[in-house]
């Protein structure tokens, strides 16, 4: 869905450059409202450094993956490049990844010099394993049969050199791996705050005094009057909504919830207009909606 915009300047560095389609909610997060706000320029670095964060941040991984029935073309999109972790019935942990619409033990080097492959996705592999120990003279007869009769996660001797444990994960057990992510980014949520506002003032959001959010966007670090304050999760489960709205006008104070249950609090210092628009932007994403309350609804009683 596109939503109107008169801007003749990028919001962002304020150059009359020509605009493209900047997602409200990054479309990474399953937003599908555009508007022309951003230079080309300004979109890709923003994209690139504070956008594409989004991904490692191991609440918005676990939102997804808890929403995959309810949202699965999201977490289809999203779990291409995630890791998961599962755990066999012996209690070990292993690194899993998704592929096809199905969940896969990542192949490797096992303990004792073993190699460890996926029950079902490895099986040609293992063939070919077979056939190249067999090149080299060596007897592996039985192997075939050995290798299929065997229970998960036991370790078969194909040869004295080749010894192989076919890893067998119950989908019950897989998690996403948050070993290695980190948390969001915190211009993400003034980004999409202030995406928001551009939406509600128009060109009043090019005024001097909201230099600091656009320095903030663009730059991070400190700036004085600017504060992120993380309350997360606001509610005991994930929805399938993404909400932001002003809740104050000086200073000014909104409210970034991503799927109904990560919240941000965004004051921006130095607004130069007495009254704010308090409506509340919506984004629904199965299916895909979007929607705008009335102004004079009490933003309280969005976000309880």
């Known amino acids: 869905m596109e939503l109107d915009s008169s801007f003749r ?19 990474s997060l399953g937003g599908t409202v555009v508007a022309y706000l951003q230079c080309g320029d300004c979109n890709h670095e923003l994209g690139r450094t504070v956008v594409s964060q989004a991904k490692g941040d191991p609440l918005i991984q676990t939102a997804i993956w808890l929403l995959r029935r309810r949202v699965p ?22 690194p899993m990844f998704r592929k096809g ?23 040609r592999r293992v063939e070919e394993l077979i056939q190249a120990e067999e090149r080299r003279g060596i007897d592996v007869t039985g192997s075939r049969g050995q290798f299929v009769s065997a229970p998960p996660n036991q370790a ?20 996403p791996d948050h070993r ?25 959001v090019l ?8 320095d903030f966007v663009r730059d991070g670090g400190n700036v004085n ?43 921006l210092p130095g607004v130069g207009v007495h009254k704010v628009p308090c409506h509340t932007g919506i ?3 199965e299916p895909p909606d979007f929607w705008v309350t009335e102004d004079g609804l009490s933003p309280s009683d969005l976000f309880e």
């Open 156 to 175: 078969v001797t194909i040869s004295p050199r080749l010894t192989i444990i076919k890893r067998c994960i119950d989908e019950s057990s897989i998690f």
């Open 180 to 204: 290695a992510t980190r948390a969001i980014d915190n211009r993400l949520p003034v980004l999409i705050a202030y995406n928001w506002l551009c939406l509600l003032l128009r060109d009043v």
């Open 225 to 267: 009057g600017l504060c992120v304050e993380t309350i997360r999760p606001c509610s005991r489960y994930p929805q399938a909504h993404h909400k932001v709205c002003v809740i104050q006008s000086k200073p000014l104070r909104m409210k970034v919830i991503l799927f109904g249950w990560l919240e941000y609090s965004v004051t």
């Open 101 to 123: 619409g199905r969940f896969s033990v990542q192949s490797g080097p096992g303990p004792t010099d073993s190699l460890v492959l996926d029950e079902h996705r490895d099986r």
């Open 283 to 285: 984004q629904e994403l």
């Open 73 to 94: 073309s999201l977490f289809d999109s999203f779990g291409r490049r995630q890791q998961f972790i599962g755990t066999d019935t012996s209690g070990l942990q292993v």
């Open 207 to 214: 005024d001097v005094n909201l230099q600091s959010a656009r």
């Open 9 to 27: 300047v990028c919001t962002i560095c304020l150059k009359p450059k020509p605009l493209t389609k900047e997602h409200i909610i990054p479309d």
